[in-house]
Nanobody, 122 residues
Framework: QVQLVESGGGLVQAGGSLRLSCAASGRTFSSYAMGWFRQAPGKEREFVAAISWSGGSTYYADSVKGRFTISRDNAKNTVYLQMNSLKPEDTAVYYC???????????????WGQGTQVTVSS
């Protein structure tokens, strides 16, 4: 089992930045690929970014490419999502997820956090 706890969400103006963190406990964090997903009201949960277990490979949704950066610190059992140039359409609950294999689909991840709210005002 892997337990995931997100933090760092909040209210920010358009054009601003936030950094989300996801702290993991349980089995060996460095064995797991990590992903970030988000879900806006009335919409499906969608892929945002993913990173391989080593951090050597990263993947992004087109909507966030060039603005968001995913990274991880295996010594701290933490994955981050740096979000810059935020837009109102980035408003959502952001979830981190873990699995042994990196993927971009929700169904590929076995472990999920509870989510953290990000609200971007115009």
């Amino acid at each position: 089992q892997v337990q995931l706890v997100e933090s760092g969400g909040g209210l920010v103006q358009a054009g601003g930045s936030l950094r989300l963190s996801c702290a993991a406990s349980g089995r060996t964090f460095s064995s797991y690929a990590m992903g970030w997903f988000r879900q806006a009201p009335g919409k499906e949960r969608e892929f945002v970014a993913a990173i391989s277990w080593s951090g050597g490979s990263t993947y992004y949704a087109d909507s966030v490419k060039g603005r968001f950066t995913i990274s991880r610190d295996n010594a701290k059992n933490t994955v981050y999502l740096q979000m810059n140039s935020l837009k109102p359409e980035d408003t959502a609950v952001y979830y981190c997820a873990a699995d042994l294999r990196v993927g971009v689909l929700r169904r590929e991840y076995d472990y999920w956090g509870q989510g953290t709210q990000v609200t971007v005002s115009s």
